[in-house]
């Protein structure tokens, strides 16, 4: 039986308004065979349109790679287009070694590799002309919990790894960083859960909560 591959049926397009909307540009988003996983769009000191996000090539629920492009504001295609894929260090970093070995195993077997479950949280301007994007794995599952005689279920909300993408003023894919954390919380706006985030024109700094555990042990445990 064929498996179902999600296909993308929509255009991406930013739009800017101009003279209290009575100027109307509109700049094409094309990234070509993948589809946007997740876009986030901000304008730079040159009052260029800076749009990067995650892509994937096989589910919307997963994670492939990023794209960047880069717009003057007077022109509807990019001046700058690129589309990277995550290396293999990028899927296996801070995993447990049984999943490293899965991951290499299918590698081996020429089938495809995606992080799950990633969501674009922050898309940040560097001084250089780069850009940094931050991204969270963030899912919902549902247990059945047995108690004396009866049973229920109970959503929890998770949100695990942290994923740092470092591209250029090129759109290279300059390095990536995954920080190890698992959170869950049977509360949908569960208030310790995820991060924030600060950046600075040398330091990228995030906090969160975690398990004191997980400083040391890469096997994350809940906090």
């Given at each position: 039986?064929?498996?179902f591959k999600w296909k993308q049926n929509f255009q991406q397009k930013i739009f800017s308004l101009y003279n209290q909307g009575e100027i109307v540009r509109e700049y094409n988003v094309d990234i070509g065979e993948p589809f946007f996983n997740a876009v986030s769009i901000k304008i730079n000191e040159r009052e260029q349109i800076i749009c990067a996000g995650l892509y994937s090539r096989k589910s919307r629920h997963?994670?492939?790679?990023?794209f960047y492009c880069m717009y003057d504001s007077t022109l509807s295609s990019p001046l700058i287009k690129s589309v990277k894929e995550f290396k293999m260090e990028t899927l296996t970093e801070a995993e447990i070694e049984r999943k490293q070995n899965?991951?290499?195993r299918r590698e081996e077997k020429g089938k495809e590799n995606e992080m799950p479950e990633y969501k674009l949280k922050s898309l940040e301007l560097n001084k250089d002309g780069g850009c940094t994007l931050i991204a969270e794995q963030e899912y919902v599952e549902t247990r059945?919990?047995?108690?004396?005689?009866?049973?229920?279920?109970v959503r929890y909300y998770c949100n695990d790894d942290i994923l740092v993408i470092k591209g250029d003023s090129l759109?290279?894919?300059?390095?990536?960083?995954?920080?190890?954390?698992?959170?869950?919380?049977?509360?949908?706006?569960?208030h310790y859960s995820s991060f924030c985030s600060l950046a600075s024109?040398?330091?990228?700094?995030?906090?969160?909560?975690?398990?004191k555990g997980n400083t040391l042990n890469p096997k994350r445990k809940s906090n």
């Amino acid at each position: 039986m064929e498996q179902f591959k999600w296909k993308q049926n929509f255009q991406q397009k930013i739009f800017s308004l101009y003279n209290q909307g009575e100027i109307v540009r509109e700049y094409n988003v094309d990234i070509g065979e993948p589809f946007f996983n997740a876009v986030s769009i901000k304008i730079n000191e040159r009052e260029q349109i800076i749009c990067a996000g995650l892509y994937s090539r096989k589910s919307r629920h997963s994670v492939d790679g990023f794209f960047y492009c880069m717009y003057d504001s007077t022109l509807s295609s990019p001046l700058i287009k690129s589309v990277k894929e995550f290396k293999m260090e990028t899927l296996t970093e801070a995993e447990i070694e049984r999943k490293q070995n899965r991951i290499k195993r299918r590698e081996e077997k020429g089938k495809e590799n995606e992080m799950p479950e990633y969501k674009l949280k922050s898309l940040e301007l560097n001084k250089d002309g780069g850009c940094t994007l931050i991204a969270e794995q963030e899912y919902v599952e549902t247990r059945i919990v047995y108690y004396g005689i009866g049973v229920t279920s109970v959503r929890y909300y998770c949100n695990d790894d942290i994923l740092v993408i470092k591209g250029d003023s090129l759109g290279n894919l300059s390095w990536t960083a995954k920080i190890p954390k698992k959170q869950e919380s049977s509360y949908y706006m569960g208030h310790y859960s995820s991060f924030c985030s600060l950046a600075s024109d040398s330091a990228l700094y995030i906090i969160y909560n975690d398990h004191k555990g997980n400083t040391l042990n890469p096997k994350r445990k809940s906090n």
